[in-house]
């Protein structure tokens, strides 16, 4: 069974503080994706990534950055937080071939104070 | 961009009643899938449909892909308390970019 593991389930931080979300899988899976999760706005796609130091920008990227440097670990960085970056974080994963279904972890609630 | 359109946002039923959400894309699809979140957990992966005016079903769900693959929907007949949850759709356009659509957060009255 595939696991994603992130790293913390919650986590508060303060307003600049530079804050990094961590992401495992353990099944060899290329292809990587780091969401938030809003009330009213579904699931928004931050960035992802289909290989080792390969990055693709989602639908909403502005303020978040991502380090790739393993294959299976997938980390999304907030240079300086603020607030409105309060959010639920789901991290998943899913083999390279086009019709592969997502893999997702148990996200991270994260407080911008 | 590509978007995906879900509706409804909310939806509460009696249970023995049946619920359908409805997904539209603003764009042609190579695929649609379906997630299930359940409160307080994560979405799980509950099928994929390829194929123009495909139809799959899983026990009381029942999955469609339009004839122009730009809409999908899930049925779900004689709904339980346990279908309680948040139903995705997740549309692929480009190369392994997916868009999910808002949701529909199901409530079942007991």
């Known amino acids: 069974d595939v696991k994603v593991t992130q790293s913390s389930r919650y986590l508060v931080k303060r307003t600049g503080e530079k804050v990094f979300l961590e992401c495992v899988q353990d099944m060899d899976h290329e292809n990587m994706f780091w969401y938030r999760q809003d009330p009213g706005l579904g699931l928004r796609l931050i960035y992802f990534s289909y290989d080792v130091k390969m990055k693709e920008k989602g639908d909403i990227p502005e303020g978040y950055s991502v380090s790739r440097e393993k294959k299976e670990r997938f980390s999304l960085i907030l240079e300086s937080a603020s607030t409105n970056q309060t959010s639920m974080y789901l991290c998943?994963?899913?083999?390279?071939?086009?019709?592969?279904?997502?893999?997702f972890g148990d996200g991270t609630r994260l407080s911008i104070l | 961009g590509q978007q995906v359109m879900q509706i409804p946002q909310y939806q509460h039923v009696q249970e023995g009643e049946d619920f359908t959400t409805y997904c539209n894309s603003s764009t042609t699809l190579s695929n649609i899938q379906w997630y299930k979140q359940r409160p307080g957990g994560h979405p799980v992966f509950l099928i994929q449909?390829?194929?123009?005016?495909e139809v799959k079903k899983q026990k009381r769900l029942t999955f469609q892909f339009g004839e122009a693959k730009k809409n999908s929907s899930l049925h779900i007949t004689a709904t339980q308390t346990t279908d309680v949850g948040t139903y995705f759709c997740?549309?692929?356009?480009?190369?392994?970019?997916?868009?999910f659509g808002i949701g529909t957060k199901l409530q079942v009255i007991p």
């Open positions: 998943a994963s899913s083999l390279e071939q086009r019709n592969q279904p997502q893999h």
């Open positions: 449909l390829v194929k123009s005016g």
């Open positions: 997740a549309g692929r356009g480009g190369y392994q970019k997916v868009t």
